[in-house]
């Protein structure tokens, strides 16, 4: 029986796995190595959508976000697949909650997934203010106890819970860490689609928009950010740490000065607390948060209220938190846990609100490095697009 199973070619059914290096045998039978840390429950399909989606937005849309909505529950309508290059700021998750309302109040099973569980969670946030009737869970490690709803926020390491299970699966952030490159979560994302699936992103590589060139897929484009302005170009300050931590001192004190508020962006969570100690024997009125803080909510409301001026802060609020007037300082920005594409993001922190579309991104570094060089080169080139 064994050596049967080791001439016939093995195709793992959960990843895809063709290489035999990756094979291994238990009692003469062929098992998957490579994707054998990825096994639990699945979901089952019975589960059953009674509310209808009946959702409000506090703001309009622009009319590129109106049209670009339009369009994508028409491709769906169409069973057309749709890349959305999107730039940072450009409101790309608003403009899905047409076509996830259609599949809600049809019935069919619609997911939203990203890398980071971080945004996970702040998705989650964001939909179940927005879809108020409906149930809209997070699934990621650690919290996978109920894998359906009406709308099922997963990370892409979640997704081998789904078989053939999405009418409708919407991923973002294609291009972050861990899925970017990772052969076995491209797997598990092409076999958790039943229909049709949406990608997201905001530096699509040449390889995905010729895979987007054939009749069964098209290329949305969304360039303008909500109100036309550019995203602020980062001012990067290069030192020693001795200088770095001078000029964090000496612009966070300009900044205060013309009454803006400041997010100080750092790499760790020991340092959001070490830095926030410095800062606070120089200014009052400051607070920090990282993900292990119990109070997130409640230090993000009352810097929203301006009760803090400052707020010193790992990744958690890379995404999400629009404040008018923001001003934006990345401590370390070369430090390896940002990338491109992270910094791009912090950076899309700053000039949200319409009314005050201006603002400054500086990031204080110890050498200038390629990731850093690489952010502020697509910054630029998506403000050329305009
Ligand atoms: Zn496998």
Redesign the pocket.
């Known amino acids: 029986m064994g050596r049967f199973f080791i001439n016939t070619k093995f195709i ?1 059914s ?2 895809g ?1 063709v290489d035999s290096a990756y094979v291994g045998y238990k009692n003469g039978q062929p098992y ?1 190595r ?2 054998i840390m990825f096994r639990g429950q699945e979901a089952s399909n019975n589960y059953v959508i009674t509310e209808k989606a009946d959702y409000q937005l506090a703001y309009k849309l622009s009319d590129d976000q109106k049209r670009l909505s339009a369009k994508l529950l028409r491709n769906y309508l169409k069973g057309i697949d749709s890349l959305v290059h999107a730039v940072c700021g450009s409101g790309k998750t608003e403009i899905c909650l047409e076509v996830i309302a259609h599949c809600i109040n049809n019935g069919l099973r619609v997911g939203f997934a990203v890398p980071r569980k971080d945004v996970v969670l702040e998705l989650t946030y964001h939909f179940k203010n927005i879809f108020k009737n409906n149930k809209v869970i997070a699934v990621y490690g650690g919290n996978s106890n109920r894998l359906e709803g009406d709308l099922i926020v997963l990370t892409t390491h979640q997704l081998y819970r789904y078989n053939q299970y999405f009418d409708l699966l919407i991923m973002d952030e294609i291009d972050a860490f861990p899925y970017r490159g990772n052969t076995i979560l491209e797997a598990f994302f092409y076999r958790s689609i039943k229909k049709n699936f949406v990608l997201m992103t905001a530096t699509p590589t040449p390889k995905l928009i010729k895979q987007f060139k054939q009749p069964s897929r098209d290329i949305l484009e969304l360039y303008s950010r909500f109100h036309q302005h550019p995203l602020p170009v980062p001012n990067i300050i290069c030192g020693n740490l001795l200088y770095l931590n001078y000029k964090l001192v000496s612009e966070t004190s300009r900044l205060l000065r013309q009454f803006k508020p400041i997010l100080i962006f750092v790499p760790t969570i020991d340092l959001s607390k070490k830095v926030y100690r410095f800062l606070s024997i120089f200014f009052s009125h400051g607070n920090y948060i990282n993900s292990k803080s119990e109070q997130r909510q409640m230090i993000i409301k009352r810097f929203r209220s301006k009760k803090y001026r400052y707020l010193v802060t790992t990744a958690v609020l890379e995404r999400g938190v629009t404040i008018r007037d923001l001003q934006v300082i990345v401590y370390l920005s070369d430090h390896s846990i940002y990338d491109a594409h992270s910094l791009i993001q912090i950076a899309g922190r700053v000039g949200r609100k319409k009314d005050a579309p201006g603002g400054e991104v500086i990031f204080l570094a110890k050498h200038k490095n390629q990731e850093t060089q690489r952010a502020i080169k697509e910054i630029n080139a998506a403000n050329q697009k305009l």
């Open positions: 793992c959960i990843c796995n998957c490579r994707c």
